[in-house]
């Protein structure tokens, strides 16, 4: 969200879906992708040192994932508090909406994550399991 955020008061001229989230803009959604993909990469490295994920090819695929999917899910619960009629999910933090609105991006990133580490490790360290082409490997 901070990339997102910068990068759309420096770069930002088109807005991106005005309709859903009228502040965000393509060159905030552009430099946002640019700007955490590497950044997660290599926070993840050492998270995944020596695994089957820990290659630069995968990281940086998962850095993809994570930034897209990210904005996905903020734009998602974005459009569902328009529908709502609602600015904010909650008034607990002054100027930042609830505690929704601080982790709207993980809605869809947590799943995402979960089955792409789960393709190449495995869950809880068993062996990976191909989801779309069968169970076990």
Same mark, same amino acid.
């Given at each position: 969200?901070?990339?997102?955020?910068?990068? $759309?008061?420096?770069?930002?001229?088109?807005?991106? &879906?005005? /309709?859903?989230?009228? /502040?965000?803009? &393509? #060159?905030?959604?552009?430099? !946002?992708?640019?700007? %955490? %993909?590497?950044?997660?990469?290599?926070? %993840?490295?050492? &998270?995944?040192?020596? %695994?089957?994920?820990?290659?630069?090819?995968?990281?940086? #695929?998962?850095?993809?994932? &994570?930034?897209?999917?990210?904005?996905? $899910?903020?734009?998602?619960?974005?459009s569902?508090?328009?529908?709502? =009629?609602? +600015?904010?999910?909650? +008034?607990l *933090?002054?100027?930042?909406g #609830? *505690?929704?609105?601080?982790?709207?991006?993980?809605?869809?990133?947590?799943? !995402?994550?979960f089955?792409?580490? /789960?393709?190449?490790? #495995?869950? !809880? $360290? =068993?062996?990976?399991?191909?989801?779309?082409?069968?169970? $076990?490997?």
């Amino acid at each position: 969200d901070i990339f997102a955020y910068i990068c $759309g008061h420096l770069f930002g001229r088109r807005k991106f &879906v005005p /309709n859903t989230s009228p /502040n965000k803009t &393509v #060159g905030g959604a552009l430099g !946002a992708i640019v700007l %955490t %993909t590497p950044l997660f990469a290599l926070g %993840t490295h050492f &998270v995944w040192f020596g %695994t089957s994920l820990d290659t630069p090819v995968r990281l940086l #695929g998962l850095g993809i994932i &994570v930034s897209i999917v990210g904005q996905f $899910g903020d734009l998602m619960l974005s459009s569902i508090k328009r529908d709502l =009629g609602l +600015k904010d999910t909650a +008034k607990l *933090i002054p100027g930042h909406g #609830g *505690i929704l609105d601080r982790f709207d991006s993980l809605i869809l990133v947590a799943p !995402a994550v979960f089955h792409y580490v /789960n393709y190449f490790v #495995g869950f !809880a $360290g =068993g062996q990976p399991q191909q989801i779309f082409s069968g169970w $076990g490997t």
